[in-house]
């Protein structure tokens, strides 16, 4: 079953623009990772947040964790055209295995 | 470094039939994952290999049955296919079982 659920399920942005989605998620995690895809490709890994952790960089991202109202932001800075793909985050529970996806976000970026 | 590798690309096949997918995870990695991702959704866990064994099953029925050989390869066995199997099938690897996975480009299952 899902766990995350995306917000918005798509947006729409002009480059240059950032771009913020959100993900609510139902049971405690033992980290919450976000990821891409490109259409009809394989999923890329972006950026993992333990639940500890509130807030983390990795270049144009910036991923926030509030576990007390079980969600999550991405947003993206300066977004490109490249950026145009659907964001998914995926959380990990304690004592478990397996991963859990939300239905995902469509971003695009219009040049 | 060869990241995950993922064969065939595409398969058609047809109701009742049965069908087997297959999955190299990327150097260095020991667990392999797979997931079922339908038109316009999140990839759906199906179950996960550790040293050969699997470790964890989602919520998919025993049609589906799985493999891990020695080198860390995997296989997905999906019997008696129904139309509703048609999905994008991923398969991902990663060093332990909360760590970043790396997915392959998945294999495109059409039910005819």
């Known amino acids: 079953s899902q766990q995350g659920e995306e917000d918005p399920q798509a947006l729409s942005i002009q480059e240059g623009e950032n771009a913020t989605m959100n993900c609510s998620y139902k049971?405690?995690?033992?980290?919450l990772q976000w990821y891409r895809q490109n259409s009809g490709r394989g999923l890329v890994h972006l950026i993992l947040?333990?639940?500890?952790?509130r807030e983390k960089h990795s270049g144009r991202l910036r991923v926030t964790l509030d576990t007390s109202k079980k969600s999550s932001s991405l947003l993206i800075t300066a977004s490109r055209a490249a950026d145009t793909a659907s964001y998914f985050c995926?959380?990990?529970?304690?004592?478990?295995?397996?991963?859990?996806f939300g239905a995902g976000t469509r971003l695009t970026v219009k040049p | 470094d060869a990241g995950v590798t993922q064969s065939p690309t595409h398969l058609i096949k047809t109701r009742g039939q049965q069908v087997t997918l297959r999955c190299s995870p990327k150097?260095?990695?020991?667990?392999v994952s797979w997931y079922q991702q339908a038109l316009g959704q999140g990839p759906q866990f199906i179950f996960q290999?550790?040293?050969?064994?699997?470790?964890q099953r989602g919520n998919f029925p025993d049609r589906f049955s799985g493999h891990q050989f020695p080198n860390y390869s995997s296989e997905l066995n999906v019997n008696a296919l129904l139309l509703g199997d048609s999905a994008l099938y991923l398969c991902?690897?990663?060093?332990?079982?909360?760590?970043?996975?790396?997915f392959g480009d998945g294999t495109r299952l059409s039910i005819l």
């Open positions: 991902a690897s990663s060093k332990d079982r909360d760590q970043p996975q790396h």
């Open positions: 049971t405690s995690i033992n980290n």
């Open positions: 947040i333990r639940s500890n952790e």
């Open positions: 995926a959380t990990h529970q304690w004592n478990n295995n397996d991963m859990r």
């Open positions: 150097s260095g990695h020991d667990t």
């Open positions: 290999y550790y040293e050969e064994e699997e470790r």
